[in-house]
């Protein structure tokens, strides 16, 4: 959460795009992309700086994200499978949720704001693994779509705190939003798509600020590949 603070800037919403595919393979008809559970989450932002969850806005912006996305797949003509979000996870599930956002995290130190790791350099090597391959097979799925998102809303408090602040020349935070999505090849844990948005775009919580949002998250998602032959 700390290095998303940290990536988040001022003004318009900029995306940095790493693909290492142009076309989605599969075997069948069409790519089957799976959609792991978001990981989307609101904050307040307090008076004193302090962040608090709010679980209200975040299961409003889980929603309104879900069905952006069909939409988009629908569009794209990718077979788009959506987990059913009214039962509890799988242990798999939960785990390589928690995964990506720790490899994402990674990513932004060490490829987007921070020194390259040496043994890395300039290639963009991540991978969560070949054990997520189970996924795979129990949804059907050629690849799995990864989004991990904040929202920081200031409070009333903290924007009378930051115009008190500027007013004597001081800078202080009222919130900020950004966050990155993966797209993950099922059958080795691959990132074969990573994207970053930075800065703000639109509330989640708003079904077309959603569909603001999505945009920009998966903006140059590769594009479906003719049917691969096995």
Known sequence: MVLVLAALA?????????????RLETTVEKP???????????????AGGLTEPHADW??????????AVQECAARRGSDLIVMD?????GDLENQYGRLHGAVGNT?????????????????????LGPGIAPIGERYGADYALFSFYRDFQASGGRMA????????????STGGQGGFASLVDLK???????????????????PDGARQVMEELFKDLPESAAVAQP
Not at 85 to 89: A, G, I, R, W
Not at 110 to 123: D, E, H, I, M, S
């Open 107 to 127: 990513v932004l130190a060490n490829y987007f704001f921070g020194p390259k790791l040496p043994t890395k350099g300039q290639a963009f090597d991540w991978s």
């Open 58 to 67: 975040t299961a409003a912006a889980q929603e309104n994200f879900v069905v």
């Open 10 to 22: 001022t003004g318009c919403a900029t995306t940095q795009t790493v693909s290492h595919v142009s």
């Open 85 to 89: 979000t009214s039962q509890p996870l």
């Open 32 to 46: 089957r992309i799976l959609l792991m559970q978001p990981d989307v989450k609101y904050y307040l932002l307090t």
């Open 161 to 172: 705190f930051a115009f008190l602040a500027a007013m004597a020349g001081v800078g202080i």
């Open 188 to 206: 080795t844990g691959e990132i074969v798509w990573f994207n970053l948005l930075q800065a703000g775009t639109a509330d989640l919580r708003d």
